[in-house]
């Protein structure tokens, strides 16, 4: 009686155990601000977890005012973003709508960045998906 006990103990607990282990650190920044204090908090932000917990998976979703931290001639943190979108520490998601309202294409972008048809989409999809969200403002 004692093992089959042990046994059923086992069979339930382990695959609670090794979903528990296998729980991906996944974080969404949301960034609307063209207050560039914000582009620099959403960096610092991203190196501080990519350092504490190098697997993590880290999204910036950037729209509205915010679409200048991603262009190249208006950027103050395009070195930060190449930085971290090149080692696969973050990704940079920018809105298409944005774009297209703001007459900017894909040339003006700072390389690494990718485009999304519509960012606030891409954040609740990544919420539905259970990942962590964390709105940027100052």
Same mark, same amino acid.
């Given at each position: 009686?004692?093992?089959?006990?042990?046994?059923?103990? *086992?069979?339930?607990?382990? $695959? *609670?155990?090794?979903?528990?282990?296998?729980?991906?650190?996944?974080?969404?920044?949301?960034?609307?601000?063209?207050?560039?204090?914000?582009?620099?908090?959403?960096?610092?932000?991203?190196?501080?977890?990519?350092?504490?917990? $190098?697997?993590?998976?880290?999204?910036?979703?950037?729209?509205?005012?915010?679409?200048?931290?991603?262009?190249?001639?208006?950027?103050?943190?395009?070195?930060?973003?190449?930085?971290?979108?090149?080692?696969?520490?973050?990704?940079?998601?920018?809105?298409?709508?944005?774009?297209?309202?703001?007459?900017?294409?894909?040339?003006?972008?700072?390389?690494? *960045?990718?485009?999304? $048809?519509?960012?606030?989409?891409?954040?609740?999809?990544?919420?539905?998906?259970?990942?962590?969200?964390?709105? *940027?403002?100052?």
């Amino acid at each position: 009686m004692c093992k089959i006990n042990t046994f059923i103990v *086992v069979f339930v607990l382990l $695959p *609670v155990l090794t979903i528990a282990q296998t729980t991906a650190y996944r974080v969404i920044f949301d960034i609307t601000s063209g207050d560039t204090a914000a582009h620099k908090t959403v960096i610092r932000q991203l190196k501080g977890i990519s350092q504490s917990r $190098p697997d993590a998976q880290l999204e910036v979703a950037i729209y509205s005012d915010a679409l200048a931290m991603v262009l190249k001639d208006k950027s103050i943190i395009a070195d930060a973003v190449k930085e971290l979108s090149s080692n696969k520490k973050a990704s940079f998601k920018v809105c298409a709508a944005t774009m297209k309202r703001n007459n900017v294409d894909k040339s003006q972008l700072i390389a690494g *960045v990718d485009i999304v $048809p519509d960012a606030i989409y891409e954040i609740v999809t990544k919420q539905h998906e259970g990942w962590g969200y964390i709105k *940027v403002a100052q």
